[in-house]
């Protein structure tokens, strides 16, 4: 399962795993985790699960991958009475600061759907990555966005008919050519571990005093990009796509407690994208998560100004002039 990168941001979350907005993202290709699972009856006494990361025991990872489990099992109960060997590894490297939870989460899930299916032999494929998409959000509410491409709506909204805050869809709209291999390079400003975690992230926006706003513009972003994405009308896509990725930044600036995640060079990079955009109309702007690296996003046609001007201008911002090439893709595969 890939990665995703959120265009239209999702910020704040209530009940279980459920969104207080709904969001859009591109699906990516080269940032994937690889999962394998294999299921056996679980006798009394053994414990749920083993995992491999890498070929190696990380029990790091295992209270994640617990509380998924007891997340996910009302919704699956024959879980209960089976033993999962779980063996992953991810495409990108560990520690760059590319958060692996939506892929990771997404291709656990779709391991576990694809197990789950022959209780359902009727199940269509589409029931199936549905089922997938809402397993994965239990996991990690953007995990919800991983499962098929290239772009996939979670939330309930106006501007698409079958949203829902459940699971994520790729809404069956038309998108201009340009996005379908639209290119994101990430910019790693800093490879360490994420400063504020998810669930504490999600949590500044209960009792924020901007919140129903920012839900609110959500809501409308995702009408505005949804007309920018389908005419293929790039200063729009650049104006919605900047303005998202700095109010996530303006809410953590704002909450109690308060977060600064950008760093000197992170600014620098958002300084210099303006600067070349004005000084060469090439339609390259960028987007951010919840961290200090920066996802530079333009159209494939040009690819080789822009490559040469990360190479000569930007990679002085990284750490180690590290960054990682990728671009839109069409989802989870089954190998
Ligand atoms: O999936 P979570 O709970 O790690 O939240 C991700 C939130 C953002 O990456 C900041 C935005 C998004 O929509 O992906």
Known sequence: ???????????????????????????????????????????????????????????AFHPKIQQFLERITPYFPALEGHRLSISSQNSFPHSSGIASSASAMAALALCIVDFEKQFHPLWTEEAALQKASFLARLGSGSAARSIAGPLMVWGQSKAFPQSNDHYAIAPAVEWHPIFHDYQDTVLIVDKGQKKVSSTLGHGLMQGHPFAAQRFEQAHSHLEEIKAALTTGDLERFIDLTEAEALTLHAMMMTSNPRF?????????LLQKVWDFRAQTDLPLCFTL???????????????????????????????????????????AKKN
């Open 289 to 331: 998560d919840a961290g200090a690296n920066v996802h530079l996003l333009y159209p494939r046609q040009d690819r080789n100004p822009i490559m040469d001007f990360i190479q000569k201008e930007l990679l002085v911002h990284c750490q180690q002039g590290q960054y990682i090439e990728d671009q839109v893709g069409n989802g």
């Open 1 to 59: 399962a890939p990665s995703n990168i959120a265009l239209v941001k999702y910020w704040g979350k209530h009940g279980q795993q459920l969104p207080q907005n709904p969001s859009i993202s591109f699906t990516l290709s080269q940032c994937v985790t690889t999962t394998a699972v294999s299921f056996s009856p679980r006798q009394t006494g053994e414990t749920a699960f083993d995992f491999l990361f890498e070929q190696k025991k990380q029990p």
């Open 260 to 268: 600064v995640l950008m760093q000197p060079n992170t600014l620098a």
